[in-house]
């Protein structure tokens, strides 16, 4: 009896042996030995810092559903203080050329040197390929010197042994097995980066390999961000893109959940559907989709199998517009709160109005006269409740009506809406003078409702200048 109590306590004791070696060679978040295999190309590339880990989440906090993964830090200088915004994105080599430099390129230079200092980039090399990822680090630390030397831009990898399974995988969708192992292993390099940046940033932004940036972005976003931290109603995500798994912000709290929702899910569908559920998973109904886009899509070729890929995100545009200040007045019947500045103002709102009859108007007054270059109104959603038929006027000489509102005494016809759109550029080439009003007037009525979606104006530099027209 004794002897068969002994032989249990041996077999208990080299189970707890076992489990101990397994614990410490897998748990610790960086790995002490490179792959011998990788040794003598990486030993001048690679070197290891330990992950800043967010404490806000309460996954972090109990170490609950652990995710086991050694980092490998090939470029950088980690910060020991989180920035505002931390942007992810992760590359693999391409059969068709490569978007990452001049992705990076648009990050930095479409950024001032006071938004640069609030940020910090997270590139994932993901491509097992170690000539592949030796030249492009190479090529990193040659155009971003300064970047990763202020801890602005950091290059990190994952080794092959962190990555489960990605071939033999269920088809769902009914993708081939090549897209099935392309989208599942996509699935965990986001998973891995969105690990990784938890707590290197008070917001994480997602974007891919290959996009360009509208010009100050991290100050637009924080402006959304604060719009909706105002309006103090639950949100998971906010989008700055329509397409793909771009431009997606999220709290960096929540970033250790959607990590492991990544992992979890990794072979069930693609990134950007597993983002939706994860939203809705979090009590956000509804996208908050922010417009203009910040960021486009430029690349031709996929990196799956460098197919063609045309996606475009139609509502970006290169430069965070921001209109003059001015009041909008409008008698056409606003549908509940869709009130006419919201064609005026940045951000994802719009003037929604019933049936406009002949002679309806959408007025803007600016707060100062303008020398107006150029004008852009685009109208309806979707295909649907576009405007038919309206002229765009500029006017001079404010006055007040009779229904308390403002507008001009004078307009000048500058054109007509064609299929719902109207822009002109050179507007101060035939009227050099200051203006004082914007008018979209109503020339036939229609039965649809309408949708105004933007008004944007440019004007000359240092404009109000001269008088207004005479």
């Not at 559907?273 to 009590?283: A, G, I, K, V």
């Not at 101060?428 to 914007?438: E, F, H, I, T, V």
């Amino acid at each position: 009896m004794r002897r068969h109590s002994k032989k249990k306590y041996a077999v208990l004791l080299l189970l707890l042996l076992a489990g101990g070696i397994y614990l410490v060679r897998h748990t610790h978040p960086i790995n002490t030995a490179l792959d011998k295999s990788e040794e003598p190309l990486l030993i001048n590339l690679t070197w290891k810092a330990e992950r800043l880990v967010s404490m806000e989440s309460w996954v972090e906090q109990g170490d609950y559903l652990p995710l086991n993964v050694t980092y490998q830090l090939l470029a950088g200088v980690p910060s020991t203080q989180a920035r505002y915004l931390c942007i992810g994105l992760s590359s693999v080599q391409r059969k068709k050329g490569s978007y990452l430099i001049p992705t990076l390129v648009s990050l930095f230079s479409q950024s001032s040197p006071e938004e640069r200092s609030s940020l910090v980039v997270v590139v994932l090399l993901a491509d097992f390929d170690v000539s592949w990822r030796m030249t492009t680090v190479t090529k990193i630390k040659s155009e971003f010197s300064s970047a990763l030397d202020q801890g602005h831009l950091l290059v990190i990898h994952v080794p092959e042994e962190c990555y489960p399974p990605t071939a033999g995988l269920k088809r769902n969708y009914n993708d081939s097995p090549e897209r099935v192992s392309y989208r599942s292993k996509q699935n965990l390099d986001y998973a891995f980066l969105v690990h990784y940046s938890s707590g290197l940033g008070r917001y994480y932004l997602q974007l891919e390999d290959d996009v360009s940036s509208a010009k100050n972005f991290p100050t637009a976003i924080k402006k959304c961000v604060e719009e909706q931290e105002g309006k103090k109603t639950t949100w998971a995500t906010l989008e700055f893109s329509t397409l793909g798994y771009i431009g997606k912000l999220y709290k960096s709290a929540h970033l250790p959940l959607l990590a492991r929702f990544l992992f979890l899910f990794y072979q069930e569908m693609p990134c950007d559907w597993l983002m939706s559920h994860f939203r809705l998973l979090l009590t956000q109904k509804e996208p908050i989709h922010f417009k203009p886009s910040l960021f486009q899509h430029m690349g031709t070729f996929s990196s799956f199998q460098g197919t063609h890929n045309k996606l475009k995100d139609k509502d970006f545009e290169d430069s965070v517009y921001s209109n003059p200040p001015a009041e909008v007045f409008s008698d056409m019947s606003t549908y509940k709160k869709h009130f006419p500045k919201m064609a005026w103002d940045a951000g994802e709102g719009f003037f929604w109005g019933r049936s406009p009859e002949k002679g309806n108007y959408l007025t803007v007054v600016f707060t100062d006269p303008r020398v107006v270059t150029g004008i852009t109104v685009e109208t309806g959603s979707e295909g649907k409740d576009i405007l038919g038929s309206a002229q765009v006027q500029i006017g001079h000489g404010v006055i007040t009506t009779s229904q308390e509102e403002k507008t001009c005494k004078g307009f000048h016809i500058l054109g007509s809406l064609k299929n719902g759109r109207f822009a002109m550029q050179g507007v101060d080439k035939k009227y050099g003078s200051a203006s004082s009003c914007l008018r979209i007037q109503v020339t036939a009525g229609q039965k649809d409702w309408v949708v105004i979606r933007k008004i944007r104006i440019s004007t000359k530099p240092g404009s109000p200048p001269q008088q207004a027209l005479m």
